[in-house]
């Protein structure tokens, strides 16, 4: 059964030859689905003529404006109606098409997702969850910079839609939750996080509250759920791709810069390669913006083809796993045993 995405097709740094090459990659692997690209005609109509399949399943709406990448939200959101991001996004709401997807402004991009299509029911603020890859597993975490501080129930909300990702996105049928805080111990953290994980303890299945975790468990995968406001999270998740940098280029230059190092390097190579398509970015590539009645997808900005890919592979899978509905149905199974917990967090 085929499957309608828009894609900003203006978005991003390499766009929009990035989002048709994208568009492409994902279409070779899962053939049944197809496209809106919204973005300027004139510019897309050579790229899609590459290639003749996609060509085929994919019909070019033509937007005048495109949001910059240093656009302010407000100002994104009051004059971009007619850009490609906003555009791609009215598909959503109207039923055009199943999802959306863009590389462009993460700021435009969640004021306009919120504005348009508003949050589902039990949810009050929507949350950006993306993967990491760590030690043991792949790992969610939410919220990345959504929301720069949250209460106590906005992290059960995000826990819950977290525990759906988990389940649609890494095919784990019983995620284990975590709170992200300054230790393990239950006195530790503010009064926000306490509250947070006495509700937790409190929800019914299929909630598995593992406790307080801190910032090394991350990389260990000690859970599949991390949760924490988007200021904590968007913090850890720039010192990630920073240290990841880093390590990438200092190993670089530790093996090109001698002859030992170089034959160093031949002898590694099967196991350096090994190692960098397990950690590759790219291939973790797509934060859904969790708890918004309808499916927008964030790439990131700088990704190539094959990033772009993966983020159209996730939204399709959220769609086909029916992710809202499964969001909706499991925040009405734990409100009940939320709202006892609720008053006593605000008491």
């Given at each position: 059964m085929s499957l309608l995405i828009a894609l900003d097709a203006m978005g991003g740094d390499a766009a929009p030859a990035m989002v048709v090459d994208g568009a492409a990659l994902a279409l070779a692997a899962d053939p049944e689905l197809r496209f809106v690209l919204f973005g300027d005609e004139a510019r897309l109509r050579p790229l899609l003529a590459r290639h003749p399949g996609l060509r085929a399943v994919a019909e070019v709406v033509h937007t005048p404006d495109a949001v910059a990448a240093d656009a302010k939200p407000s100002l994104a959101l009051r004059q971009g109606r007619t850009s490609s991001m906003r555009l791609a996004i009215d598909a959503v709401k109207d039923g055009r098409v199943a999802a959306a997807v863009s590389a462009g402004n993460t700021g435009a991009l969640m004021a306009m997702a919120k504005v348009v299509l508003r949050t589902l029911p039990g949810i009050d603020r929507p949350a950006i969850c993306g993967v990491f890859p760590s030690r043991s597993r792949p790992v969610v975490i939410l919220d990345l910079g959504a929301n720069v501080a949250c209460d106590a129930p906005t992290l059960v909300q995000f826990a819950v839609m977290g525990t759906v990702f988990a389940r649609a996105i890494l095919g784990i049928e019983q995620p284990t939750i975590g709170l992200l805080n300054v230790g393990t111990e239950e006195l530790k953290g503010d009064d926000v996080v306490r509250a947070a994980a006495a509700m937790l303890k409190a929800s019914p299945p299929p909630i598995?509250?593992?406790?307080?975790?801190?910032?090394?468990?991350?990389?260990?995968?000690?859970?599949?759920?991390?949760?924490?406001?988007?200021?904590?999270?968007?913090?850890?998740?720039?010192?990630?791709?920073?240290?990841?940098?880093?390590?990438?280029?200092?190993?670089?230059?530790?093996?090109?810069?001698?002859?030992?190092?170089?034959?160093?390097?031949?002898?590694?190579?099967?196991?350096?390669?090994?190692?960098?398509?397990?950690?590759?970015?790219?291939?973790?590539?797509?934060?859904?913006?969790?708890?918004?009645?309808?499916?927008?997808?964030?790439?990131?900005?700088?990704?190539?083809?094959?990033?772009?890919?993966?983020?159209?592979?996730?939204?399709?899978?959220?769609?086909?796993?029916?992710?809202?509905?499964?969001?909706?149905?499991?925040?009405?199974?734990?409100?009940h045993a939320l709202e006892p917990a609720s008053r006593a967090a605000v008491s």
């Amino acid at each position: 059964m085929s499957l309608l995405i828009a894609l900003d097709a203006m978005g991003g740094d390499a766009a929009p030859a990035m989002v048709v090459d994208g568009a492409a990659l994902a279409l070779a692997a899962d053939p049944e689905l197809r496209f809106v690209l919204f973005g300027d005609e004139a510019r897309l109509r050579p790229l899609l003529a590459r290639h003749p399949g996609l060509r085929a399943v994919a019909e070019v709406v033509h937007t005048p404006d495109a949001v910059a990448a240093d656009a302010k939200p407000s100002l994104a959101l009051r004059q971009g109606r007619t850009s490609s991001m906003r555009l791609a996004i009215d598909a959503v709401k109207d039923g055009r098409v199943a999802a959306a997807v863009s590389a462009g402004n993460t700021g435009a991009l969640m004021a306009m997702a919120k504005v348009v299509l508003r949050t589902l029911p039990g949810i009050d603020r929507p949350a950006i969850c993306g993967v990491f890859p760590s030690r043991s597993r792949p790992v969610v975490i939410l919220d990345l910079g959504a929301n720069v501080a949250c209460d106590a129930p906005t992290l059960v909300q995000f826990a819950v839609m977290g525990t759906v990702f988990a389940r649609a996105i890494l095919g784990i049928e019983q995620p284990t939750i975590g709170l992200l805080n300054v230790g393990t111990e239950e006195l530790k953290g503010d009064d926000v996080v306490r509250a947070a994980a006495a509700m937790l303890k409190a929800s019914p299945p299929p909630i598995r509250f593992g406790g307080f975790i801190e910032g090394t468990d991350l990389v260990e995968g000690s859970v599949d759920v991390v949760v924490t406001d988007g200021f904590t999270g968007n913090v850890a998740l720039k010192i990630a791709e920073g240290v990841a940098r880093m390590f990438r280029d200092s190993l670089k230059e530790a093996f090109t810069s001698s002859l030992r190092g170089r034959l160093g390097y031949l002898v590694a190579k099967p196991a350096l390669v090994a190692l960098r398509e397990r950690f590759d970015p790219r291939r973790h590539n797509g934060a859904m913006f969790l708890g918004l009645n309808g499916v927008v997808v964030k790439s990131h900005g700088g990704t190539d083809a094959l990033g772009f890919s993966h983020a159209i592979k996730v939204a399709a899978d959220l769609v086909r796993q029916g992710t809202n509905a499964r969001i909706t149905e499991e925040m009405r199974a734990v409100r009940h045993a939320l709202e006892p917990a609720s008053r006593a967090a605000v008491s």
